[in-house]
């Protein structure tokens, strides 16, 4: 079953702390992108990964690093969180010119 | 810079009626077009997508989009809706390079009421 799985579903971490989300893909897909969703906002591309160690900066990459060290995984890391960081977070992947495959979301909330 | 608009931020139908969500874009070229389903606590599901050819596509659970490249709009359709397809439907268009990922919408809330 194609899928992309993303941990943990809801994470609750104080100001300042460091934050790492995490995105598997189980269909060798090249690219992956990372995604935070606000109301009123809409989706916003923060990263893009087009394959191992090849990260590209996406719209609003600010405060955001991110890691793929292994095709299927892609990380998404917060140093020292900011509650305007509080958000939903999506990771999608996609292969030439497939569809766009998107995961469940990481619900974060920065206190 | 592409962008994508949807004018209506929530609409509200009852059961059996029928469904138009409108959505129009800004591109330089060729769209490639797509409209995702958004069911509460979940992630974005594929409802259809738009490359070439035929300007009405046919997507899952009935909905169906028309391409009108005149008027830059994309917009979603159903002919009878059921409390089912309450949930938020995004507009997306693809940038130029196709690994850049999607530009989306804000999103329209789709109410369906008994």
């Known amino acids: 079953d194609m899928k992309v799985t993303q941990m943990p579903r809801y994470l609750i971490k104080r100001m300042g702390e460091n934050v790492l989300l995490e995105c598997g893909q189980d269909m060798s897909h090249e690219t992956m992108y990372w995604y935070r969703q606000d109301p009123g906002l809409g989706l916003q591309l923060i990263y893009i990964s087009y394959d191992v160690d090849s990260n590209s900066e996406g719209d609003i990459p600010k405060g955001y690093r991110v890691s793929r060290k292994k095709r299927e995984h892609f990380s998404l890391i917060l140093d020292s969180a900011k509650t305007n960081q509080t958000s939903v977070y999506f990771c999608?992947?996609?292969?030439?010119?497939?569809?766009?495959?998107f995961g469940s979301g990481t619900r974060l909330l920065v206190i | 810079a592409q962008s994508v608009t949807q004018p209506d931020a929530r609409v509200t139908v009852s059961e059996g009626a029928s469904l138009q969500l409108r959505c129009k874009y800004s591109?330089?070229?060729?769209?490639?077009l797509f409209w995702y389903v958004q069911y509460p606590r979940q992630g974005l599901q594929l409802l259809l997508k738009y490359y070439s050819g035929d300007p009405v596509v046919q997507g899952v659970n009935g909905f169906e989009a028309e391409f009108i490249k005149s008027n830059s709009s994309f917009h979603l359709r159903k002919a009878s809706v059921h409390w089912s397809d309450s949930a938020v439907y995004f507009c997306a268009v693809r940038k130029n390079n196709y690994a850049q990922g999607l530009t989306f919408g804000l999103g329209t809330r789709v109410s369906v009421f008994p």
């Open positions: 591109y330089s070229g060729t769209p490639y």
């Open positions: 999608a992947s996609s292969q030439g010119n497939s569809d766009y495959t």
